[in-house]
């Protein structure tokens, strides 16, 4: 540092370089720069204190240890356009002794440090296709998954099927809030879901325009009704654990949309989390520390970009029926149910109908096979598809090819029923959509 600003100091003089003038001389002008430096340096220390704090430059003032531009600086910067940011909002006190404090530091928050992190780290997402862009009723159903995320964490086969598994933490930091149900969990999957009604119901005890519904047997969602006119509307709140880690060897042979939306987008849709929500399986006796696999926010993407061009009913591309026959067969199978007096076809639901549409765009992938004048034909081929598979008794899990969604607990009269039902519709050109004019 002394060699550059002795070199600042002899910049421009002639008699610095000149060989003829004595040595003195230049030592003079040596020592005299070092003096003149010795003069710019200030140590500042504090009363009591024999180190230095700060040591800086005249140039540039130091403001706890950090080296601020000088005015001259800040004017050729400002000049230039480059303006930066300055803690001016200083107090008078602050001020009148010349510093400015740094800006504190926000300390980072971890899940170890707070003391129930679970419902704090959910993140909320709609993805039920009951909504207004699936229903062609007026939409008073919702749902919203509570995502909460989840590291640390080992699963383990529960069933055959691989939709199933029970999982187990891993060595957790004792001030780990989810240690608390590592010797519990057997029962964490209805433990977890008692504590998130409870705080539903802390929440809402004080509204009385909200109302939260029975809790169903064996259902993974937490169901509260809003009262609105003219119709009651009806939201799910789903507790899903989001798990990061690679989808088990059991979604090997799912999700066959390479020719549908492209092996690309099977890959970006596999990176994605997995995650596990609160429903066990029926037929199984030691269940309680059961989960089973949720892949609702996949299906909401494969719907919402359906199309096997990307301009697929956007603006400028062409326009296809599919959301269109969903919808019917939605709207019918709800129909059927609502007409009927038998609460045998209970068990049948629209995730059913949303299965079997996944599978029949996979069979049918090109946007050509979905021209929306062609709506009354595409919409016949896929009821008729829907009818094979109540025939057969099995629709496959469309990312877990060997889980049948149509279990043992429905019988083959209640297939034979709404099979029966659903033909009749189909034969007599779906006059039961008539009442949807009253609705």
Excluded at 16 to 44: A, F, Y
Excluded at 177 to 197: C, H, Q, T, V
Aim: hydrophobic share 30%; glycine share 4%.
């Amino acid at each position: 540092m002394a060699e550059g600003n002795s070199g600042r100091g002899m910049k421009g003089s002639s008699s610095s370089t000149d060989p003829e003038k004595p040595l003195k001389g230049r030592k003079s002008t040596t020592r005299s720069d070092k003096q003149s430096r010795e003069k710019n340096v200030c140590i500042s220390r504090e009363e009591g204190d024999d180190k230095p704090r700060d040591i800086h430059l005249n140039r540039g003032k130091s403001v706890n240890g950090r080296r601020q531009p000088s005015t001259k600086a800040e004017s050729g910067d400002k000049k230039q356009g480059k303006h930066k940011k300055e803690d001016t909002k200083a107090s008078p006190e602050t001020r009148a002794m010349g510093t400015i404090p740094r800006t504190p530091t926000r300390k980072k928050t971890t899940k170890e440090s707070t003391d129930s992190p679970k419902f704090e780290d959910s993140v909320a997402k709609p993805f039920s296709t009951q909504r207004k862009s699936s229903k062609i009723s007026k939409p008073n159903e919702f749902d919203i998954m509570l995502k909460i995320p989840v590291q640390r964490v080992i699963l383990i086969h529960f069933d055959k099927s691989g939709a199933f598994y029970e999982f187990q933490f891993k060595r957790l930091p004792k001030n780990n809030p989810w240690n608390r149900y590592s010797d519990e969990m057997s029962r964490f999957p209805n433990k977890i879901m008692a504590e998130l009604r409870d705080v539903i119901k802390n929440i809402i005890k004080s509204d009385e325009t909200i109302k939260l519904k029975r809790k169903t047997p064996n259902c993974p969602a937490i169901t509260i009704e809003i009262k609105k006119t003219p119709e009651n509307i009806s939201v799910d709140l789903v507790l899903a654990l989001e798990v990061k880690g690679s989808w088990p060897v059991a979604t090997r042979d799912g999700m066959n949309i390479d020719r549908w939306l492209g092996t690309r987008k099977k890959k970006e849709y596999k990176y994605e989390n997995v995650c596990l929500v609160a429903k066990q399986p029926d037929e199984s006796k030691d269940k309680e520390q059961a989960w089973r696999l949720s892949f609702s926010h996949i299906e909401k993407e494969i719907i919402k970009n359906h199309g096997n061009a990307k301009t697929c009913c956007e603006r400028e591309g062409q326009a296809c029926c599919r959301k269109s026959c969903l919808k019917l067969l939605k709207c019918l199978l709800e129909l059927i149910k609502n007409n009927s007096n038998k609460k045998s076809l209970d068990v049948f639901c629209s995730y059913h109908a949303k299965t079997a549409f996944l599978h029949y765009c996979a069979i049918n992938p090109l946007d050509t096979q979905w021209l929306t004048e062609d709506l009354q034909k595409c919409f016949d081929d896929f009821v008729g598809y829907f009818l094979t598979c109540l025939k057969d008794a099995r629709l496959p899990n469309f990312f877990i090819p060997h889980h049948n969604l149509f279990d043992s607990r429905i019988k083959k009269k209640h297939f034979t029923l709404l099979h029966d039902e659903i033909e009749h519709e189909k034969n007599q050109g779906y006059p039961i959509f008539d009442k949807l004019w009253d609705l």
